[in-house]
């Protein structure tokens, strides 16, 4: 199971100081939270998108080429990369460049995302966002898949015989995560192409995870990819944690009152009980998301947020000690023993080519074609 950190790349000041982060400040933060995640041992660093104040990620390949280079290891991979928004031949020729150039530590998670605004400064309509999603992913699904492509569709001018450049890294293009909240169409879409699903699992309670998970699994199933629980899923999820709960619930209740998409709303202690939202200590965080296997199953990768809200990069780095020393190792080896063998680990290049091969050399063989 893969284990990681995502960040929408806000720029939020520091409830406790007053202090807000210059936006050359907080990318640079980005990359020495990316570089940390790797030296405490995770598996994955996401980076959203967006396009408006207060946030900064709106190039994301562009940041994460940039981490690329200054890592080794770990997977590198988008919180959102803007389906709706962004040209979808512009999206597959980004992400093949930097698949090559990160030696295939890329995949990425497709969204509508959830700034409204942003849909009219690319010429698009918000109404036709799942129209958009879907015809949008049916075009870079194709892309990455056949040479030469003629493709003809509402929202964007006709291909002739064009070739997206460079071509997918061996050959086999970056695994394609979709990410919904509340939308069973991207859940349906994701089955569809046996791609993986995502559910950002912050703000919503666990009965509604659980449907959102279960249809994509059960149309997964329908499509011909494998069994319901063969199925490719991913969670998203918040943690503040310190050594003892009531030091965690302290230090996080000034971000948390004050952040933009939490404070005015339910108490810190209501939001917690209602959504997965985990503030305490190491072993609660254990306990709580090692209890989200109870309603989605065995899954492939827990991604958590830990930089959102204006706290600072001392405070994230530390987090991130605790996350990689005391409870990712716990979680990893307690999932791994509950796994059955027959579920599917989180893809990478390195499977998806030896699946890709291995599939080249059965066909052969039911073809009669010497080795």
Not at 20 to 41: D, F, L, N, S, Y
Not at 265 to 288: A, H, N
Request: aromatic residues 10%; negative net charge; hydrophobic residues 35%.
């Amino acid at each position: 199971m893969q284990f990681g950190i995502f960040t929408v790349g806000d720029v939020t000041a520091d409830p406790t100081s007053g202090r807000t982060p210059t936006e050359h400040e907080r990318i640079q933060a980005t990359v020495a939270i990316a570089k940390k995640a790797e030296e405490v041992g995770l598996d994955v660093f996401a980076t959203g998108e967006h396009h408006n104040p207060p946030f900064v990620p709106s190039s994301p390949t562009t940041t994460l080429a940039y981490i690329a280079a200054s890592t080794e290891r770990i997977m590198l991979s988008t919180s959102t990369t803007l389906i709706t928004t962004n040209d979808p031949v512009k999206i597959a020729e980004d992400y093949a460049t930097l698949q090559h150039l990160a030696g295939g530590r890329v995949d990425l998670m497709l969204g509508r995302g959830n700034q409204g605004m942003v849909y009219p400064w690319f010429g698009q309509d918000i109404r036709q966002g799942i129209p958009l999603a879907v015809e949008n992913y049916n075009l870079l699904h194709r892309l990455w898949r056949e040479d030469v492509v003629d493709w003809k569709g509402r929202f964007r001018t006709p291909l002739q015989g064009f070739t997206s450049t460079p071509r997918p890294l061996d050959g086999v293009p970056p695994f394609v995560w979709h990410g919904s909240i509340r939308s069973p169409e991207i859940a349906e879409q994701a089955a569809y192409y046996g791609d993986g699903f995502f559910h950002n699992h912050i703000f919503w309670p666990p009965e509604h995870t659980r449907r959102m998970v279960e249809l994509y699994c059960r149309r997964y199933e329908h499509y011909g990819h494998g069994a319901a629980d063969q199925a490719i899923v991913g969670l998203g999820g918040q943690v503040y944690m310190a050594k003892n709960s009531q030091d965690a619930v302290r230090e996080f209740r000034p971000y948390f009152d004050n952040a933009p998409v939490y404070g005015g709303g339910p108490s810190l202690e209501d939001f917690s009980e209602q959504t997965p939202l985990t503030v305490g200590s190491p072993q609660q965080v254990i306990d709580r998301t090692l209890g989200f296997r109870d309603y989605v199953g065995d899954y492939q990768r827990q991604m958590f947020l830990v930089d959102h809200a204006g706290l600072p990069l001392k405070t994230v780095l530390e987090q991130l000690d605790m996350l990689g020393e005391q409870v990712v190792p716990v979680l990893r080896r307690e999932f791994d023993a509950l796994r059955p063998a027959h579920v599917p680990e989180a893809p990478t290049h390195a499977s998806l080519l030896a699946a890709r091969d291995a599939a080249a050399e059965s066909a052969d063989q039911k073809a009669g074609v010497p080795a």
